[in-house]
């Protein structure tokens, strides 16, 4: 029985330090991908020079289309070469030592498994979604999300929603739902990919064994104006393309008015006005 391949892919825009890291865990894995593809959104701090230093990596350069359009040029090249599985993170993770073969040799149907990913203590990151709401406007879109109180007393959690830290996706699951947006720019296409998956009866799986490390700490610091743009936009765009009417109609509203009670300028004001003017008319792409 032929055995199954896999490609890493890792998408990077000038965090040249993180990286290095990134790749050493990827070099060290007990079970190694068969080819390493760094996506390369245009840095300038010398992450081209010092990727052109190593031996067995693909390169992929391409101009700055956010983590959006990096995850979807490296799972498009990934599955154009005929991997049966894709591992995809950032460039601010990295993978221990058996993370990877933890994923694979787990006892699941699953095609898409995600590591358990850690700060400091091995405390649950807030951001895997265990599952979305859709159809209560007067809720959040983030129904359950992923917290210390699911690990107990069990080896994998289901997910309707994870971040591109450190999944692995089969190819059988591009081939039914096609590529991430890379319209989102950044941030929620991950989100809006699984929420894909979801709906064409692929979950996710959250291995508990195969561990993987945040290097930047999770914050909920207020954004810079132009980021709020697109947290804005995205989260709007994704209530237009799976929320009920009522969801269309009220919480993009309520989103509004929320990010616009807490700005301080006018530089936030029009940004967060152009978010969601963006988002209720569905238009993506970089600001």
């Not at 154009?80 to 221990?96: L, N, P, Q, R």
Request: proline share 4%; net charge neutral; hydrophobic share 40%.
């Amino acid at each position: 029985m032929k055995s199954e391949t896999i490609a890493a892919i890792v998408v990077t825009y000038n965090r040249l330090s993180l990286l290095k890291e990134t790749v050493a865990g990827l070099l060290s894995q007990t079970r190694l991908p068969d080819a390493i593809i760094i996506v390369n959104n245009s840095c300038t701090d010398g992450t081209l020079e010092w990727l052109e230093s190593l031996q067995n990596i693909t390169i992929i350069t391409q101009g700055n289309i956010g983590g959006a359009g990096g995850f979807a040029t490296g799972l498009e090249y990934c599955f154009k070469h005929g991997f049966d599985w894709i591992w995809c993170m950032d460039d601010d993770v990295v993978a221990m030592p058996d993370c990877l073969e933890k994923m694979l040799n787990f006892s699941s149907d699953s095609l898409i498994r995600a590591p358990f990913r850690f700060e400091s203590g091995n405390s649950a990151l807030p951001q895997d979604t265990l599952e979305f709401n859709f159809t209560n406007p007067f809720k959040s879109l983030w129904k359950r999300m992923f917290t210390a109180k699911d690990i107990e007393n069990v080896t994998s959690v289901s997910a309707e929603g994870l971040t591109f830290e450190g999944p692995i996706v089969n190819r059988k699951v591009i081939d039914s739902i096609g590529l991430p947006d890379a319209g989102f720019f950044i941030f929620a296409d991950d989100s809006d990919f699984f929420i894909r998956a979801h709906k064409h009866g692929y979950t996710g799986e959250i291995i508990l064994s195969s561990r993987m490390q945040r290097m930047i700490p999770y914050t909920l610091r207020k954004s810079a104006p132009w980021k709020q743009y697109y947290e804005l936009r995205n989260i709007i765009i994704l209530d237009m393309r799976y929320g009920n009417l009522p969801v269309k109609l009220i919480r993009p509203v309520y989103y509004f008015f929320k990010m616009l009670a807490a700005t301080g300028n006018n530089s936030e004001r029009l940004h967060i006005l152009k978010g969601f003017v963006h988002g209720i008319l569905q238009k993506t792409g970089k600001l």
